[in-house]
């Protein structure tokens, strides 16, 4: 007799999410790449619809993983970012520290923006700004590497 079971819950919420990711279309290597983190973050966090999805998966597919083990921007965080913010990850001498919230961090700040991301709390105008502003800094900074080498 052919197998009548249905296809388990868990698998089909899984595949209805992932179905409206906003990096299904994105060419993957703008999420590895450091040079375009700016531009990985900013399409998890103003354009995925299933971001606290991604990260809840995420959390538990790194959780207690190596940096080394881990990889690009997920979630809208860095995989360092992921590695410094996970407390049952290892952490080796010559790691950055390990990154812990106390809720003092003022919006506006990377440190706050990290929480709100971490947490899965909803990003402020403050702490989107904030991101915009390094976002423009950082690219200056580069332009101004990339003049001095060429
Ligand atoms: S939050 Fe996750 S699913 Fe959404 S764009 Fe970022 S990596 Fe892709
Ligand atoms: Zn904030």
Same mark, same amino acid.
């Given at each position: 007799m052919a197998y009548t079971g249905s296809v388990p819950d868990t698998a089909v919420r899984r595949l209805d999410w992932m179905d409206q990711? =906003? *990096?299904? @279309? &994105?060419? +993957?290597?703008l999420f590895e790449d450091d040079d375009q983190e700016h531009e990985a973050r900013t399409i998890c966090?103003?354009? *995925? +619809? &299933?971001r606290s999805q991604c990260l809840a998966r995420v959390k538990t597919m790194e959780r207690g993983k190596h940096r080394d083990q881990r @990889?690009? &921007?997920v979630a809208g965080l860095t995989y360092v970012e992921r590695h410094r913010l996970d407390a049952d990850a290892p952490h080796h001498q010559g @790691?950055?520290? &390990?990154l812990k919230f106390d809720g003092t961090e003022r919006c506006g700040t990377h440190l706050a923006l990290l929480r709100h %991301?971490? %947490?899965d709390e909803p990003i402020d105008s403050k702490c989107w700004s904030g991101k915009v502003k390094r976002d423009r800094k950082n690219r200056g900074a580069?332009?101004?590497v =990339?003049? =001095?080498v060429s």
């Open positions: 990711m =906003a *990096c299904r @279309d &994105v060419d +993957p290597e966090i103003a354009r *995925c +619809p &299933v @990889d690009g &921007v @790691d950055a520290e &390990v %991301l971490w %947490l580069a332009s101004d =990339a003049r =001095a």
